[in-house]
Structure formats: C-alpha cells, structure tokens
C-alpha cells in the first residue's frame, strides 16, 4: 500500500515563496504520476500541479502556473512543490496524491492514495 506524507506548510507572507514535499513509501510502481491539491473549507478541493515521476511530464493549474514547480527526487520518492509569488488566495490546506496509472490529471478522483494535509497561510 502507498503512503504519503506532507509536509512544510505555514505562514508565508504575500509575495513570499515556500516549498511543501511530499514523502512516498511501500512504492512497487517505476511509472506513476503525483498530484498536488488544495482545499479551503467549504470549497471544492482543486487539483494544482501534477507529474509523471518516470517521464518526467508536469501539468499545471490555470491558477499556479508560472509561479508554483512540481518536481520530483525518484532516489528519494518525494515530490516536492516550490511556491513562489505567493498570494492570499493560495491560502489552502494541501494535498499531494498517487496515481498508479501515471497520468497526468488534476481529477481528484483519479487518483489512488492520498497523504495528510500540510496547511498554508499566506497573509496580506
């Protein structure tokens, strides 16, 4: 079974830049894709970057794209997310996700198993 785990959010101020990763363990796949989402109480949960770990492909939210880079360190099986320009709206608790198929989707439901949520805040 896969695992994730997420981590480095917190308090960034407007224009500040943060880095969130995502450790993956009990991985017997060499081809799969790693999503990040975010989610505002009461709001859908948005799907904001995602990667094909074995290729190398990324695929970006309308939203992030041009200020937010997936990236992945496959040695290490942590993908990470490198925030930069951040904004109040990016305000949100993330997610990242695993996807056995390796498609590059921001459908939630696509995908496989999911890490805990690491929380930013970004202040005005």
């Known amino acids: 079974e896969v695992q994730l785990q997420a981590f480095g959010g917190g308090l960034v101020q407007t224009g500040g830049s943060l880095r969130l990763s995502c450790v993956a363990s009990?991985?017997?796949?060499?081809?799969?894709?790693i999503g990040w989402f975010r989610q505002v109480p009461g709001k859908e949960r948005e799907g904001i970057a995602c990667?094909?770990?074995?290729?190398?492909?990324?695929y970006y939210s309308d939203s992030v794209e041009g200020r937010f880079t997936i990236s992945s360190d496959n040695a290490e099986k942590t993908v990470y997310l490198q925030m930069n320009s951040l904004k109040p709206d990016d305000t949100a608790i993330y997610y990242c996700?695993?996807?056995?198929?390796?498609?590059?989707?921001?459908?939630?439901?696509?995908?496989?198993?999911w890490g805990q949520g690491t929380e930013l805040t970004v202040s005005s």
């Open positions: 009990g991985l017997t796949f060499e081809d799969y894709a």
């Open positions: 990667i094909n770990v074995n290729e190398g492909s990324l």
């Open positions: 996700a695993f996807q056995e198929l390796g498609r590059l989707t921001l459908n939630d439901y696509e995908f496989d198993s």
